[in-house]
């Protein structure tokens, strides 16, 4: 079964390379957390027709869920949830990494514990 890029081979390029139309959900597609409206779920399924379209977000899979709506994940190329950490790719999910796994949880504590100690530290102005 050809893929939705696939079936819009020879359209949807710039400079002889493929498009992929990236959109943030929070604050950008929707009010911030705020369900997304049936009007620009038609948009975007539009436009894919012509491009790949994707929606990245800092939130997790079922909070992107329950923003969508009725549009599921197979509603669009590419899901990105969790600043990319976690893929799904026609509605599957194809990938999934933790920083923790990525770096180690040693250099994940070094990094913590440096942010806490700099935050700790700033002279902020009284206000």
């Known amino acids: 079964m050809a893929s939705a890029a696939e079936d819009r081979k020879g359209s949807g390029t710039y400079g002889g390379r493929e498009v992929i139309a990236l959109f ?9 957390r705020q369900a997304a409206e049936q009007a620009t779920l038609d948009l975007l399924q539009r436009l894919r027709q012509t491009v ?18 009725s ?3 197979s509603s669009f190329d590419f899901v990105f949830c969790e600043n990319g ?14 920083l923790a796994s990525h770096i180690g949880e040693e250099k994940l504590k070094e990094i913590i514990n440096f ?3 700099y935050i700790a530290d700033l002279d902020l102005p009284v206000k």
């Open 85 to 98: 950490c976690v893929v799904y790719e026609g509605g599957n999910l194809v990938a999934q990494q933790s």
């Open 71 to 73: 549009a599921s994940f």
């Open 24 to 32: 943030d959900l929070d604050g950008t597609l929707t009010e911030a």
């Open 52 to 69: 790949a379209v994707g929606i990245v977000s800092g939130s997790d899979a079922p909070k992107l869920r329950e923003q969508l709506g």
């Open 115 to 117: 942010a806490l100690h």
